[in-house]
């Protein structure tokens, strides 16, 4: 079963690199990005698909950490296209050197992350900038006004990626 959903996988993946070159326009907002950028979006469009999470939220997120620079490295130490710490990079099994590897595993994250906040996008990307501990500490202190209780950074990277405050 796993192998021939790896297979559909790769297929799709295939096929998504083929519009990319056959489409050099896909969308006014990549046309001025390099090959590499442009094929990491659809990437991260079909890992998002694939992990059930929103592909526009997944997309502004990745431009939020990386600007879908595989090489990005943060003066926290975090790693890659996803900006994935070393620590969790190796506990969710992701290669920060493998920029699919790296947009696969912060969609399986979002995704976990999106379960255990019932869909609640905000909570979602918080967890993912400050850390789920994080998070619940602050619907733990702050109930409905959580959000105040979490980093200002942190509200701003929700602000960037929502296009509006958290809730």
């Not at 297929?11 to 907002?29: E, N």
């Amino acid at each position: 079963m796993k192998k021939w959903l790896f297979r559909g996988a790769l297929v799709f993946f295939l096929f998504l690199a083929f519009l990319q070159w056959a489409l050099p326009l896909l969308s006014p907002r990549t046309s001025h990005l390099s090959l590499d950028q442009r094929s990491y979006v659809i990437a991260a469009y079909g890992c998002s698909l694939l992990s059930g999470i929103n592909p526009s939220v997944f997309e502004r997120q990745i431009w939020q950490e990386s600007g879908f620079r595989a090489d990005a490295v943060s003066s926290a130490g975090a790693q890659g296209i996803a900006q994935f710490m070393p620590s969790t990079a190796r506990a969710h099994g992701v290669d920060v050197s493998n920029p699919l590897s790296s947009l696969c595993g912060a969609a399986r994250l979002d995704a976990s992350y999106l379960h255990t906040y019932q869909g609640n996008y905000a909570k979602m990307l918080g967890a993912y900038n400050a850390g789920p501990g994080r998070v619940d500490w602050a619907m733990s202190q702050g109930g409905a006004s959580w959000c105040a209780f979490l980093p200002a950074e942190t509200q701003q990277y929700i602000l960037n990626i929502l296009l509006e405050p958290c809730s």
